[in-house]
């Protein structure tokens, strides 16, 4: 269809429209009265469609269903909105990706909806599929919100077009997503181990563990010293993210693109430092230090290894506490830490974590009826789990509840750590905010045992203790300056889209054939080479010019 | 005007096309209809677009692209080497296990044997992955601690790409032979019993009978199956391939169907997928209609 016949087409179905929606309700501000600010109740009730992302954190407890749940309740009886599943899909895996893109083809977009993919985001609001919530924002946000806003500047930037906002993003912030490396307590007990602070003890420790008898089955040899996963460079538990980090290979899936000390643009994937890491790697994996099956394993046979005893160390990211090392503290009362990557002697190490532009957006379709409920939404969800006390705390945020509400942001924990760690230093919470106060709790109550076998307490306590996985990142990564930030944020040259599966492809074939020793080291070069070849180099030259310095 | 016998004919065959209704509409909706999502082939597509919006149009280019990266031609080969040997093997094993299970003159064990065979055939590769990963593993799996007791090396058949095609075909054949032995099993029972009183008094052994008698009696049968199956040159499996190989065998595992797959929805890449899946129809479709007129001619199969 031509453009002038959609538009005529437009105005045709418009007009009708319009005129009977002013009918019904007179005026915008007649529907702002309606609206009654930012937590106020609508006068009839209306009726909001969304699409939920179920996870295989999710847990619906009690008698809820996705339909009708503690949090549907709650919006319908505070601001006496319906709402509406339009469909729910599995996140974790491409279920949702792939029913959200159908949906979009068909023009069939839910009023809220939500997107990790930073492609499909710029897509809809090139192609004005998406509703610009920068008026209902500023009319309908509490100033609690808006303060986020200053914290989180970036991740608004990421849900922004052209000066205007047209998403929420969630508000993580993504220096937290560095990696460490994973121990297994009772192994370092075991073997009257120190964890290790250099790539040479990281390999001693690996040996101790392979050889010796890390599990005490009185069996010795049946274990594994590191555990990798088959996909080996995308950000989950097993990757070589950490081992790679130490040689000065900032790496993080296929995100990493930064400008080098000379203002070059490069990637991770292709730095010199690989080179030795690989060396080393392949090196483990012929003495039998790292699990010889692993390029059939992918994260969930990690998960069972653990559990089972036969894996103690890998590298991972911050949530292990939460999943998948929750896994064995609820079976056997083994706790798992994470500890700061070692490192090798003349690197200087770096983390790669992917720009703060970049994370789960929030959006609401073009045409929907009520673009400030989202704002609304929002609203109640931060009063609710952010001021109300710790019943409602615990009844909507903890144990994965908070993902029922159709719009969530993070605890701010990275911005409350210092305090927290005040406040641990005192041994009182007293001056912390609500939510700054709730990890307080976790933390010590855990330590202490008396909130042992609580799984918010456990998963807080990995990430927020004194030596957690967040005050790695202040104390030792950031100080150290190892921390290198994506340039990528939600533009990318075609030249990537269209390479980025065969680009991976190359990187995980090339990297597993040389650890493995299928492939000599020096292979490598040939990998760099075809990278550059395959889509690589017009991807550097396209992000040079899209991103300028 | 109908002439009184084509009427009777038409009224005799009605409650037929009647009966044919509802699977003509599935056809049309589920086959028929999504083919002008070929279209995409030639687009460049964005989905916030929608299916009927303004997308541009760019001729042969998703194709030209496809066929530059470096990996395509790998994957074809990959593709058609396992089709090829899963198609021979297809035809091989049911056969000759049928000529041995009609050897069997137990009727109990003859039926036994024929159900546990198709069995494997009702599970999905989903559910038989995880068995064979266990089962193949060099450490612990069952193949390899009875080889070790014959003194053959652990060998990873999943991880070694020498090995994986291999494996493949060989599982593939052991889960699906089960059914192909059924077909022919019947086919045996065509074959008229006077055949073989003449043959035992012309004094042909048990060999001369199936190779003179059984062998050319189910030839008919044999031809079609294999001239049919030609059609599958580019399936090489994707349920099965899926899940059981990782990057470590993509030099001779990943095929078409698991690199449009990696492509197109991890990626989102649904031009470049559809051109890739369109490529695959269309030499699909020289195989048809090549096995078609073999068929004629080799069986005396035709359809129209």
């Known amino acids: 269809m031509k453009w002038p016949t959609v538009v005529v087409l437009g105005l045709l179905l418009a007009v009708p429209v319009l005129t009977f929606a002013s009918g019904e309700t007179d005026t915008g501000a007649a529907r702002v009265a309606a609206a009654a600010g930012p937590l106020g109740a609508y006068e009839e009730p209306i009726s909001v469609s969304w699409s939920i992302q179920t996870a295989a954190a999710s847990k619906l407890l009690d008698d809820d269903t996705w339909e009708d749940n503690r949090w549907s309740r709650l919006i319908k009886e505070k601001l006496n909105i319906d709402l509406e599943v339009a469909f729910t899909a599995d996140s974790s895996t491409d279920a949702y990706r792939t029913k959200l893109n159908a949906v979009i083809a068909a023009g069939d977009l839910p009023d809220i909806f939500k997107t990790q993919d930073a492609n499909v985001f710029l897509q809809l609001v090139q192609n004005d599929q998406l509703a610009d919530l920068t008026d209902v924002y500023e009319a309908y946000a509490t100033d609690s919100i808006k303060s986020y806003q200053e914290r989180f500047a970036d991740a608004y930037e990421g849900a922004s077009f052209n000066g205007r906002l047209f998403a929420i993003p969630r508000m993580n912030d993504n220096f937290h997503n560095a990696p460490f490396l994973w121990i297994r307590d009772d192994w370092l007990e075991n073997t009257n181990s120190e964890p290790p602070n250099t790539i040479e003890e990281l390999v001693a420790l690996a040996e101790l563990f392979a050889t010796g008898d890390p599990d005490g089955n009185g069996i010795d040899g049946d274990t594994y010293g590191l555990a990798l996963n088959r996909d080996l460079i995308r950000q989950n538990h097993a990757s070589i993210l950490g081992l790679v980090a130490a040689f000065g290979v900032p790496g993080h899936g296929m995100n990493m693109f930064y400008r080098d000390d000379d203002g070059n643009m490069t990637f991770s994937w292709i730095q010199p430092g690989m080179k030795p890491a690989l060396a080393l790697l392949n090196s483990m994996y012929e003495r039998g230090l790292i699990n010889q099956e692993f390029t059939a394993k992918d994260e969930s046979a990690l998960v069972e290894d653990w559990t089972s005893a036969r894996i103690g160390m890998a590298y991972g990211s911050n949530w292990g506490t939460w999943y998948p090392y929750n896994n064995v503290y609820k079976r056997d009362g083994v706790i798992s830490r994470a500890y700061p990557i070692p490192t090798a002697a003349g690197y200087d190490y770096k983390v790669g974590i992917q720009s703060n532009r970049v994370g789960q957006v929030t959006m609401v379709r073009a045409d929907a009826q009520y673009p400030e409920a989202i704002i609304k939404i929002l609203n109640l969800y931060d009063e609710t789990v952010n001021f109300s006390g710790d019943d409602a705390f615990n009844r909507y945020w903890a144990d994965e509840q908070y993902r029922l509400s159709p719009v969530y942001i993070d605890i701010p924990n990275e911005v409350y750590q210092p305090e927290v760690n005040l406040a641990l230093e005192r041994g009182s919470a007293e001056g912390l905010p609500a939510f700054a106060r709730r990890s307080y709790q976790y933390v010590v109550g855990f330590a202490d045992g008396s909130l042992a076998d609580n799984d918010n307490a456990y998963g807080t306590w990995g990430q927020q203790n004194e030596n957690g996985s967040l005050n790695i990142v202040l104390h030792r990564y950031q100080p150290d300056n190892a921390v290198v930030q994506s340039i990528l944020a939600i533009e990318r040259p075609d030249a990537w889209l269209t390479n980025v599966s065969v680009l991976e492809t190359l990187a995980i074939t090339a990297f597993t054939e040389i650890i493995i020793g299928q492939r000599p080291v020096e292979y490598f070069d040939t990998f760099v080479e075809q990278w550059l070849r395959a889509g690589g180099q017009d991807t550097l030259d396209a992000l040079d010019e899209m991103y300028p310095e | ?304």
């Open chain 2, 1 to 304: 005007m109908l002439s009184l016998r084509q009427r009777t004919k038409l009224l005799r065959e009605l409650p037929l096309y009647v009966m044919l209704i509802p699977a003509v509409v599935l056809v049309i909706i589920y086959s028929y209809g999504p083919m002008a999502g070929v279209a995409i082939a030639f687009q460049k597509f964005v989905p916030a677009r929608g299916f009927f919006g303004d997308q541009d149009w760019v001729g042969w280019a998703n194709f030209r692209t496809l066929f530059a990266m470096p990996n395509i031609w790998p994957v074809i080969r990959n593709t058609v080497l396992i089709a090829f040997s899963k198609m021979v093997g297809g035809v091989v094993v049911p056969v000759t296990f049928a000529l041995l299970l009609n050897e069997i003159t137990n009727i109990t064990s003859k039926r036994m044997f024929q159900t546990l065979v198709y069995l494997p055939n009702f599970l999905s590769w989903v559910i038989m992955a995880g068995i064979f990963i266990d089962i193949l593993s060099p450490s612990q799996g069952l193949v390899n601690t009875l080889l070790g007791k014959v003194g053959v090396e652990p060998l990873f058949f999943l991880g070694n790409p020498s090995l994986f095609p291999a494996t493949m075909v060989i599982t593939d054949i052991w889960k699906g032979f089960g059914f192909g032995t059924i077909i022919y099993l019947a086919a045996l029972t065509s074959i008229d019993p006077a055949l073989y009183e003449s043959a035992v008094i012309d004094g042909a052994n048990r060999w001369q009978q199936t190779l003179y008698i059984t062998l050319p009696g189910i030839m008919g049968i044999i031809v079609l199956m294999s001239v049919l199956s030609l059609a599958n040159i580019l399936n090489g499996g994707f349920d099965q391939i899926y899940n059981m190989y990782s990057p470590v065998v993509y030099s001779t595992g990943d095929i078409l169907d698991t690199f449009v797959y990696r492509l197109g929805i991890e990626q989102a890449q649904y031009s470049l997928s559809t051109a890739a899946g369109l490529f695959k129809s269309g030499v699909s479709l020289l195989f048809i209609v090549a096995s078609y007129h073999l068929a004629d001619r080799y069986a005396g199969y035709r359809v129209f």
